[in-house]
């Protein structure tokens, strides 16, 4: 019998669940595993060879689980560990599989979302410090004025479920007027965190009018759209039974209950130990 490949989805937690929901929507009939390291997260302010093993190993078990395509729905793993692995594992060890990030098709179409040609970019510490959005905006909008804010608090307020609650708004206004404050410009914030949209309804409470904020679920959806009609060798692997499976290296439960805003009624998910100790925080 022909084994099921999957489109795997990573990311350190919850997070790449609000990619993965666009996703879903506009390609239902692939099948999918996701894969959250809730254990091990938030990655923001772990040291480059951490983000590196740890997303590494994700990748790998999302492989063993006969995923040829694996989108790393984390902008953390996407700045540190994709380039690596693109370049000097995937060739050596697993040629003809495919990993995917989600910073630079966020960047191709950034541009088209401000018109005081000033951007905010918030992200994780590690997101922000690797300076890959500078890079990759630049590399397509060269005149674009980007003013980067990190928001270490953000993500773990989100796997702690504490987003929803009021203690959640001091560290949500904060890191706002933080970036503001560097540049009266700025009409368009990216979310370059795929945690953060779960935040959206804290944010508009203290966003100045005029200043929009721009999620990267959509964009990663159409560019894998894109990227499966360029790659009909990569497509024609992949099954198309609408399946979808959820696995995290955390408590499978909590998972379930989080999980369930995006799909709700569908995530039963499994837990998964990892070689090298999913314990590890
Ligand atoms: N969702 C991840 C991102 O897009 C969060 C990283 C973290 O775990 O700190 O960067």
Sequence with gaps: MMSKKSIGIFDSGY?????FESIAKLL?????????DNARAPYGDHSFETIYQYTLECVEWL???????VILACNTASAKALRTIQQKVLPVKYPGYRVLGVIRPTAEVIGSYTKTNSIG????????????????IHHQYPEL?????SCPMWVPLIENNEHVNEGADYFVKKYIDNLLEKSGDIDAILLA?????LLVPKMKDYLPEGVSLVSQGDIV????VDYLNRHPEIE???????EMSFYTTGDNLVFDHNASIFFPGEVVSSQVRLNCGSSKK
């Design 15 to 19: 997070g790449g669940l609000t990619v």
């Design 28 to 36: 239902p009939d692939y099948n999918y595993i996701y894969f959250g």
């Design 63 to 69: 492989f063993a689980q006969g995923c040829p395509l």
């Design 121 to 136: 970019v918030m992200g994780t510490r590690g997101t922000v410090k690797s300076e890959s959005y500078l890079i990759e």
């Design 145 to 149: 004025n980007v003013i980067q804010q």
């Design 193 to 197: 965190c795929t945690h953060y949209p």
């Design 221 to 224: 959806a159409d560019s894998l």
């Design 236 to 242: 024609g692997e992949l099954t198309k039974e609408g």
